[in-house]
């Protein structure tokens, strides 16, 4: 694998280096997710567009980030973190309420993988990197997707 692809890998997977930072950076690379919601918010296809993007490219570069890592799941990798973010707040309100449930939600979420979301995590490469962190973006969607349509909750 040549230098320059090595850097790719190293610079998508870890989300422009979020993840080397030296603190939770899983919690960070989620916080990378709400930055690129704020850009996108406005538009509904723009939001679905990116998160599909994303989520390819973590498919593709977590997968080689484990052979550049030598490590299975790195905690150097936070674009899984990023897609699951988004996944969490696709076709919800951008209401500060609804976000930062989200967050709060989506974190619990990835940190206690609840079923199936534990059991895919120990498939190999890109899909065990991705699938956790997508299970718990779509639980965390929906979770709010009923709080927003059976509550009454106003967006402000």
Do not use: C, W
């Not at 610079?11 to 989620?30: A, D, E, M, N, Q």
């Not at 065990?128 to 106003?154: C, E, H, P, W």
């Amino acid at each position: 694998m040549s230098s320059y692809h090595r850097f790719l890998v190293k610079l998508i997977s870890s989300f422009f280096f979020v993840g080397y930072l030296p603190l939770v950076p899983g919690t960070f690379g989620s916080l990378a997710g709400l930055a690129i919601f704020f850009f996108v918010k406005g538009s509904a296809f723009d939001l679905v567009f990116v998160t599909f993007i994303v989520t390819v490219l973590g498919f593709l570069a977590s997968q080689e980030a484990e052979k550049v890592f030598n490590k299975k799941d790195d905690r150097r990798i936070v674009i899984d973190e990023v897609s699951g973010m988004l996944i969490s707040l696709l076709f919800l309100p951008p209401d500060p309420a609804i976000i930062f449930f989200a967050f709060l939600i989506f974190r619990a979420l990835d940190t206690l993988k609840p079923y199936p979301a534990n059991g895919l995590q120990r498939l190999k490469g890109g899909l065990g990197v991705m699938s956790d962190d997508i299970v718990a973006g779509i639980y965390t969607n929906i979770t709010l997707q009923m709080v927003v349509r059976f509550t009454t909750f106003k967006a402000s």
